[in-house]
């Protein structure tokens, strides 16, 4: 099942890749994190983003241009999913969509965030004052435990889940 995910981020050549992502992320990968669970989708794709947790902090998403990089979703930051890391800020929505991209916070050379009123807030801006955008694309990297790697090994899967403690139930 996890592999089947990662087959989604990283081996666009696939059929089944190309239909999950057309027909039910509407092109953008970025919504798989995102989409509910539904009575209308396949038992395997329901499967698959009741899992989605497991995996997300190992899918990361580098972001060049941050057109297609989404601010509170995306596992783009070093805190990770900043829904998360956010979650306890009193507004923690900072007047920033849901979808937004994080090229649309980056205007005229300023990134257009409110002032920080929190410490997470706070190191959030110190980070984006060292991230500069460009024109090439954002792409995926697949990450285990600080080491990248352009393929899918279940052994190292399961080693580290196990270590984290997440995996014991597929065992
Ligand atoms: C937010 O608060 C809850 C309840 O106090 C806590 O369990 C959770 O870990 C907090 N989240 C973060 C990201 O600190
Ligand atoms: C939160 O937002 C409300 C209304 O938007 C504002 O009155 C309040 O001062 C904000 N609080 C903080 C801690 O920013």
């Known amino acids: 099942m996890l592999k089947l995910i990662w087959l989604l981020f990283f081996q666009a050549g696939s059929i089944w ?27 395997l ?3 698959l983003l009741k899992l989605r947790g497991e995996i997300y902090h190992w899918i990361r998403l ?28 009193s507004n923690f929505s900072l ?4 979808d937004a991209t994080v090229s649309s916070l980056f205007i005229d050379n300023h990134w257009i965030l409110p002032q920080p009123r929190s410490d997470k807030q706070l190191e959030l801006h110190v980070f984006l004052t060292t991230l ?7 792409y995926y990297e697949w990450e285990v435990e600080g080491k990248i790697s352009s393929k899918y090994s279940t052994g190292q899967v399961i080693e580290m889940g196990t270590t984290n403690g997440v995996f014991l139930f597929a065992l």
Request: net charge negative; charged share 25%; proline share 3%.
């Open 17 to 43: 890749v190309g239909w999950i992502k057309e027909t039910v992320l509407s092109g953008d990968l970025s919504s798989f994190w995102t989409i509910q669970p539904s009575t209308r989708n396949s038992w």
């Open 45 to 47: 794709l329901n499967k």
């Open 62 to 89: 580098r972001v060049r241009s941050g057109t297609s990089t989404r601010f509170w979703t995306d596992n783009w930051s070093p805190f990770g999913c900043l829904q998360s890391f956010l979650e306890n800020d």
């Open 95 to 98: 007047g920033i969509q849901d």
């Open 132 to 138: 500069e955008l460009s024109s090439e694309d954002d």
